[in-house]
């Protein structure tokens, strides 16, 4: 069993930045992909960016080169650094533990760009 906790949501202005992190209560050195998923009201969630064990990453189109991802074995913690961001409205972040032949899920983080 994984639990993972997100943290860093908020409210923020359009082009301004977030850091969001994901702590897990295992070592995320044995977790095959960590990633990053969201999810606005009335949408299905989608993805954002997966780090692997070896920090392979991967990041959807819509927050390529914005949104970079990234994870410190010690702490075992994922981050992702949110730049430049859109007047979107309130979106759920939720973190994501693959470890092949289970997934896990965190709480979520709320996240709101407005003016």
């Known amino acids: 069993q994984v639990q993972l906790v997100e943290s860093g949501g908020g409210l923020v202005q359009p082009g301004g930045s977030l850091r969001l992190s994901c702590a897990a209560s295992?070592?995320?050195?044995?977790?095959?992909?960590m990633g990053w998923y969201r999810q606005a009201p009335g949408k299905q969630r989608e993805f954002v960016a997966h780090?692997?064990?070896?920090?392979?990453?991967y990041y959807a189109d819509a927050v390529k080169g914005r949104f970079p991802i990234s994870r410190d074995n010690a702490k075992n913690t994922v981050y992702l650094q949110m730049n430049s961001l859109k007047p979107e409205g309130t979106t759920v972040y939720y973190c994501?533990?693959?470890?092949?032949?289970?997934?896990?899920w965190g709480q979520g983080t709320r996240v709101t760009v407005s003016s």
């Open positions: 780090i692997t064990s070896n920090s392979y990453t």
């Open positions: 994501k533990a693959d470890q092949g032949d289970a997934n896990y």
């Open positions: 295992v070592s995320i050195s044995r977790i095959y992909i």
